[in-house]
């Protein structure tokens, strides 16, 4: 791997006239491919009786853990935070486990990505404490405990985005790095020890990431029932 390519940003796959398709973007796409056909390959013939297909029960196990988690968090209805929580996991970690295969570019190395992904949470964040809470009453919790708390709370939301972004990318980033110096100086049985290292790593990072998505949604969402009489 050359250093001046470890972001996928640089390597460039497709030019032609105005259309310039990276890494970033192909792979982007070609991880989330591989999620739909999956869900569709294995929700295609679902059953309620057993026996179950092993298909089946590895995606019930995942779905059940991540609901879990889930209710752990927002002590709520873990239903309503799933598809956003659980896609983002599912996302982050396909596309982190995936660097097993020979010529494959994580897109959450691009800071481009990450980014994107931390503006996804920062809409969810006022989309899901709106719909919980009203619009009057989630924009008042900006002004508490008084008005003047307003461009702090603001800079706060824009602030825990932007470290969401650069955490992600932070890690992911780094572990290429260090593969890629330990591939150009040492044997290859260390860089592959490190690889198997950047494979755990990046399921925690998929895991940190959508848990502090969820924690950010739940708090925009708990005001309500923490202190109902601001509602009024």
Known sequence: ??????????????????????????????????IVFIAWLVTRKLSVEPPLS???????????????QIRE???????????????????????????IVPGYHPPT?????TAALAI???????IYGIS?????????????PTVFMLPFNIIGELSRTLA????????????????????????FFLPVIMQVLGLIIGFIQAYIFAVLATVYIASATRVHQVKPQEIR
């Open 1 to 34: 791997m050359n250093l001046v390519d470890i972001s996928p940003d640089t390597i460039i796959l497709l030019e032609s006239g105005f259309v310039t398709l990276n890494a970033t973007v192909v792979f982007t796409w070609l991880v989330m491919a591989l």
């Open 54 to 68: 092993r298909s089946q029960n590895l995606l019930e196990t995942i779905v059940d853990y991540m609901r879990s």
């Open 73 to 99: 968090i927002t002590q709520d209805d873990s239903d309503t935070y799933l598809v956003f929580s659980g896609t983002l996991f599912l996302f982050i970690a396909v596309s982190n486990l995936l660097t």
């Open 109 to 113: 190395g691009s800071l481009y990505t």
């Open 120 to 126: 996804c949470v920062f809409f969810a964040v006022p």
């Open 132 to 144: 919980k809470m009203g619009t009057v009453a989630y924009f008042k919790r900006y002004m508490q």
């Open 164 to 187: 969401l972004a650069v955490r992600l990318f932070g890690n992911i980033m780094s572990g290429t790095m260090i593969v890629a110096m330990l591939l150009a100086v040492v044997p």
